[in-house]
């Protein structure tokens, strides 16, 4: 969906990288990925995504580097508890704005579990949190430094949670979740997943990650009964925390 | 033969697993691990750490378990397979400088790429998963 935007600013010095966390690596990814599916995609994405009627109608294939992350690395790296989450970067490779919710907003608690449908205050609201995160995005490819929507270093690092051992302890398991799912040892691999989430329950990533690694689910929405128990379980916490977008000094 | 995983490497080398000890031939911790075994200590790139006597055996072995822990890295062995993780200050010295972590992986037709390749423009990296 980012290739719209993409060839709107690409030539004003953005480049954007899509890192898919996905352990069943091409398989899962490609077909999100490659032209033919691009017509297929089912609406509701678009509504949960916040990605409005105009911009849906122009999506296309990325141009833009799409890469295969099996080992969640970079969730890792960046403190990326759920997907879709952005990160942006400056031309000196500084951190200016750490993961958020990549202009989605928690639209997930309005599905309705049964239809896949989005009900139309919801899908407005949802635009409308998008296309406010899009104006950021473009603001700061236009002003740089000056964006105001540019973080300065200390509110990057008060945003930025540094891994605790837990952290470190289940990306090494979902280090051997990927080892032995390459070998086509499931349970085991699933056995590492599993521990991964009880370590960091917050990242969905991983519980995500670990529901879908049958070969059979690989590729599919995740939006089976597990999932939307693990989502209730939340009470009132959001499963996609709103980028707060208010300009900090 | 142990499949030693460490950093992005993979590698099959002769370990022996003593209960919390996990002994290599200083050739195979270089190659599953780039530390290399000098006069002055282990060292990679520009980073050695003097070696400790309990880190050797008699037949000059060198215990991974203990290095890492040291380094404090998590090691976790599920069979014939140990994993090391990254340490947490490690982690968190990457955060703190707000410099963006580098990172290289693969795209669908299996080229690398590295973040730092796109130095020099202002980088719009976001996640996403199939399921």
Known sequence: MWQVIYEELRDQGLEIIAVAFDTAGRAAVEPKIRATDIAERPAMLAGLMGWDDALWARQAPPTYPCLIDETHLVAELYGMNNVPQAVWIDEQGRIVRPAESAGTIDMVRHLNRETLELPDAAVAEGAQARNAYIEALRNWVHHGADSPYVLPAAEVKRRLRGPGESEVLAATHVKLGRHFYAKGALAQAKKHFDQAVTLCPESWNYRRQSMMLDPENVGQLNAGPDFWAAVDALGDTPYYPPADLAPVR | ?131
């Open chain 2, 1 to 131: 033969m142990t499949t030693i995983l460490y950093d992005d490497r993979e590698s099959a080398v002769d370990a022996r697993a003593d209960g919390a000890h996990l002994w290599l031939e200083a050739e195979a911790l270089e190659r599953a691990t780039g530390w290399k075994l000098e006069p002055q200590g282990l060292c990679r790139g520009d980073a050695c750490v003097q070696t400790r006597a309990d880190w050797r055996d008699d037949a000059g072995r060198v215990d991974l378990a203990a290095f890492a822990a040291h380094l404090g890295q998590p090691m976790i062995a599920d069979a014939d397979t140990v994993a090391f993780g990254a340490s947490v200050n490690a982690r968190r010295d990457d955060l703190l400088s707000t410099q963006a972590p580098d990172f290289t992986l693969p795209d669908l037709d299996g080229t690398l790429h590295s973040l730092s390749d796109y130095r020099g423009k202002k980088v719009f990296l976001y996640s996403w998963g199939s399921y």
